[in-house]
Nanobody, 123 residues
Framework: VQLQASGGGLVQAGGSLRLACAAS????????IAWFRQAPGKEREFVATIGWRGTTADYADSVKGRFTISRDNAKNTMYLQMDSLKPEDTAVYYCAADYSGQCSNKPLIYDHWGQGTLVTVSS
């Protein structure tokens, strides 16, 4: 199983980025998927999750209304659309997947992780 995250980069405050996470060895349509992030010197924190049915999504309060999690089952890829970016969104972003079906904001629930992609938002 491999999750390959991409799409990070440097963007000005107010800008947008779309992160992608391509999966191999698992079928994203059968998994609860999530994004977490970790800023320098801080613990990994929850960003967003969506259930395997695609009907239940949850977001951290800090990103609600600005970020959107989605999946493309045909491409076996998950996405995180990030709009109205702020300097405090600067972090390494990780994708994750879990087969249990639970939408959770807890990293320990997730069995599979991508390698992370760096997002830097300048002021």
């Amino acid at each position: 199983v491999q999750l390959q995250a991409s799409g990070g980069g440097l963007v000005q405050a107010g800008g947008s980025l779309r992160l992608a996470c391509a999966a191999s060895g698992l079928t994203v349509s059968s998994y609860t998927i999530a994004w977490f992030r970790q800023a320098p010197g801080k613990e990994r924190e929850f960003v967003a999750t969506i259930g395997w049915r695609g009907t239940t999504a949850d977001y951290a309060d800090s990103v609600k209304g600005r970020f959107t999690i989605s999946r493309d089952n045909a491409k076996n890829t998950m996405y995180l659309q990030m709009d109205s970016l702020k300097p405090e969104d600067t972090a390494v972003y990780y994708c994750a997947a879990d087969y249990s079906g639970q939408c959770s904001n807890k990293p320990l629930i997730y069995d599979h992780w991508g390698q992370g992609t760096l997002v830097t938002v300048s002021s």
